[in-house]
């Protein structure tokens, strides 16, 4: 699976911003998504997760009610929608693929990784 991430940029604080992940290569509904951040000087988190229907989403505790992440099989995507953000969610954000992925927070357990785009969110 090849992944590619897009969608972010410059944005004040109290702003949105939607990311978007593109897969290619392998059929897309088996996998679990998710998305994850490093800040700089800091390792990389998790964000949000989702099962391969959909129907389970998994967030960190601090992007809780402004972060939704989402899919759609059908266009072989995934989604983070992101609201009022903060100055401290500025970080490059990875999607991430995992076929028999159990842990949503373990990098570990992804397979593929997209190669991150940037979010920066002024004060």
């Known amino acids: 699976v090849q992944l590619q991430a897009s969608g972010g940029g410059l944005v004040q604080a109290g702003g949105s911003l939607r990311l978007s992940c593109a897969a290619s290569g392998r059929p897309f509904g088996s996998y679990i998504m998710a998305w994850f951040r490093q800040a700089p000087g800091k390792e990389r988190e998790f964000v949000a997760g989702i099962n391969w229907a959909g129907g389970s989403e998994y967030y960190a505790d601090s992007v809780k009610g402004r972060f939704t992440i989402y899919r759609d099989n059908a266009k072989n995507a995934v989604y983070l929608q992101m609201n009022n953000l903060k100055p401290e969610d500025t970080a490059v954000y990875y999607c991430?693929?995992?076929?028999?992925?159990?842990?949503?927070?373990?990098?570990?357990?992804?397979?593929?990784w997209g190669q991150g785009t940037q979010v920066t969110v002024s004060s």
């Open positions: 991430a693929a995992g076929l028999n992925t159990r842990h949503y927070d373990y990098e570990s357990e992804y397979d593929y």
